[in-house]
């Protein structure tokens, strides 16, 4: 009864946290700060690039790049709730997350990581009517539809970080320490000193069998586009129809393969530093990659690029 009382006055004195620094020594800090800057301003700028061709560009005002639109803003939004407070830490040589600014921070990443995963299922049925109902695709992908579409996964995404935020923070915590550079959930589930962080292990089993379902339905509809696909009678219209998915499916398997380790084994012994490799990978390599995926492989993104950018 004492403990238990005693954790409970932890939790109610608890105002920040300590988050996994990178180094103790201040010019691998420094190196740190420049190496993150470049990234972020890379990523944000190669989205920002993307959302700017396709907004100028009236040939692309379809279905498809709407919907490339809204994830070059979610991965604005998934870089910009982690990166700069880790880029600040560590050019003030701190480690140092309020309670208030961690559970901020969760609430938003979980928002932005499970937008990624719907919009990416929503992107993939859109291909699928494009190419396997190419007749009715004006009626089921009109304007009203997809503005249904986007705000139900907006929506939805909010509410499931909303879920996932207060199962994380239903527990008291015995510790402040973060094993982590951002306040990431399977971490903080380690540190609750008590039975309610079941809440949030139920709802990331919950988490699983969504991402799971929602995995499938882009595996079989991927399915049943290639098979019409290879029917397509012309070498150039299976090229065109290739070109159009391939960069879709290639950012669902770098999105998918990258963040299963981290979620599939919350609680797994592995060190330190293998974790925040991984969670590296998963949460900054797929915001960059996006835009240098969708830009390469689609010939109308890479005319309205050279557009905005000037270039012939």
Known sequence: MYLKEQNLRNQSSLTQFLLLGFSEVRELQVLHFLVFL??????????????????????????????LVNLA?????????????????SLMGSRHISYSGCVTQVLFYIFFIASDFFLLTVMAYDRYVAICNPLQYEMLMNKQACLQMIAIVWISSFLYGVLHTGGTFAAPF??????????????????ACSDLYLIEVAFMLLSVVVAGGCFIFIIVTYV????????????QGRQKAFSTCLPHLIVVSIFV??????????????????DLAKTIVYSMIPPLMNPIIYSMRNKGIRNALFKVLGLR
């Open 257 to 274: 393969l990258t963040g299963f380790s981290v979620y599939v084994q919350p609680f797994s012994n592995s060190s330190s530093y293998l």
């Open 174 to 191: 015995c510790s402040n320490i973060v094993n982590q550079f951002f306040c990431e959930i399977p971490h903080l589930v380690k540190l």
């Open 38 to 67: 470049v990234y972020y301003l890379v990523a944000i700028g190669g989205n920002l690039l993307i959302i700017t061709a396709v907004v100028t560009d009236h040939h692309l005002h379809n279905p498809m790049h709407f919907f």
């Open 73 to 89: 803003i979610q991965d604005v939004g998934q870089i910009s709730v982690i990166v700069p407070k880790s880029m600040a830490n």
């Open 224 to 235: 049943y586009i290639f098979t019409a696909v290879l029917k397509i009678p012309t070498m």
